[in-house]
């Protein structure tokens, strides 16, 4: 994008800008990891029973049982809303906090932001790389090695198409000094 040689180092380099900040927003990101188990475990308790069916009748259970359909509706609706609300939060933040030196908050408030704006465009995103990542787990995860780092380059386009970061920047330092 600047012209300059592009390296392992430079990428993992990134990381190093804001590192605090990135370590937080993984705190959401597991908190909403947390609360997905905890909506499973909760799904399942309401559809069988109190318990999760054991290992040797889960997918007899999950799939083809009196209630399955109903599970899976609810199950996936739950998800998807979860999953909608993790990307909206991310799809900006992230990439933000590794090209500036930007607080969390701030990044959330503008990911999520820029997401409203765009919900359209950016939900078809949303799709394309939960059907990019499906493709490339289908061949044994050895897929992903391919669509990862592609969906990561798209994603950095994606991101710097979204936010003119200059402004984000100024709008910030304008808040914080008068």
């Known amino acids: 994008e600047m012209g300059e040689n592009v390296t392992l180092w430079h990428s993992l380099n990134g990381f190093r800008r804001n590192p605090g900040q990135l370590g937080a927003i993984g705190v959401v990101l597991m908190l909403f990891f947390l609360a997905w188990t905890r909506i499973a475990m909760l799904l399942f308790a309401l559809f069988y029973n109190g318990s999760v ?34 990307f909206a939060i991310t799809v900006v933040s992230i990439p933000l906090l590794v090209d500036r030196d930007i607080d969390v908050i701030t990044a959330l408030i503008i990911s999520v932001a820029a ?3 765009n919900w359209r465009v950016l939900t078809g995103w949303a799709a394309m790389i939960a059907v990019m990542a499906a493709c490339g ?14 969906l990561g380059y798209s994603s950095w386009h ?17 808040r914080v000094v008068p």
């Open 137 to 150: 787990m289908v061949v044994f995860l050895l897929g992903l090695a391919v669509m990862m780092p592609l």
């Open 115 to 117: 997401f409203r704006k």
């Open 53 to 86: 069916p054991s290992l040797d009748v889960l997918v007899w259970e999950t799939f083809f049982s009196r209630d399955a359909i109903t599970f899976l509706i609810t199950g996936t609706i739950l998800g998807g809303v979860l999953a909608m609300m993790v």
């Open 158 to 174: 994606a991101y710097r198409g979204l936010i003119d970061t200059e402004k984000a920047e100024a709008r910030r330092l304008r």
